[in-house]
């Protein structure tokens, strides 16, 4: 069966040598130019997507819109990708040790927000390359719902959350 990456992990292509790419730094943040009308009511979020090149030659990147989907909540419902706000790569020569990020602005329902999946197709010197998940969440709902689960056990995710937070708070040792 196929795993999704981890929101974070690098995947290696093995058509390019060398090439990289992550799906990194989910979290709930505004657009830097203003929200868009369409997404009245959504919580906003962003994500980058870093492409590394540790290869021997540059290679020419494109991952612009409709290269990158986002779904959210179990039932992988579309986000709405504010396309303005967004920064993509467009025909750039990524050099041997060297990077390129693109910033991904959408909104979704914040209750959807602990389920978030990003899908890449990279396009490498005019080639498709395979397309590649990467699942995650931000806890932004999770502050309501992780004290009332952590109390009958609930997931390994909120039991680990709970473990950290009482780890840090003050008075605790």
């Known amino acids: 069966m196929y795993e999704p990456n981890v929101v974070g992990d690098w995947h290696e292509y093995d058509e390019h040598a060398g090439l990289r790419v992550r799906v ?14 369409a997404a009245a009511g959504l919580t906003y979020f962003s994500v980058r997507i870093t492409v590394e090149n540790r290869g021997a030659r540059h290679l020419g990147i494109h991952l612009e819109d409709g290269q990158i989907d986002v779904r959210v909540g179990p039932d992988g419902e579309g986000a709405f990708i504010d ?64 004290p009332a689960s952590a109390g009958t056990g609930g997931s390994l995710a909120h039991q680990l959350s709970a473990f950290l937070r009482d780890q840090t708070e003050p008075g605790t040792a």
């Open 24 to 37: 990194h730094r989910l979290e709930a943040t505004e657009p830097p130019r203003g929200r868009d009308d």
């Open 83 to 146: 396309w303005r706000n967004s920064q993509f790569i467009e025909g750039f020569d990524v050099y041997p040790l060297r990077r390129a990020t693109a910033v991904v602005y959408a909104a979704a329902p914040e209750a959807a927000l602990s389920h978030v999946d990003v899908q890449v197709q990279l396009r490498v010197d005019e080639e498709w390359a395979e397309r590649r998940l990467w699942a995650g969440g931000i806890g932004v709902a999770e502050a309501t719902t992780a």
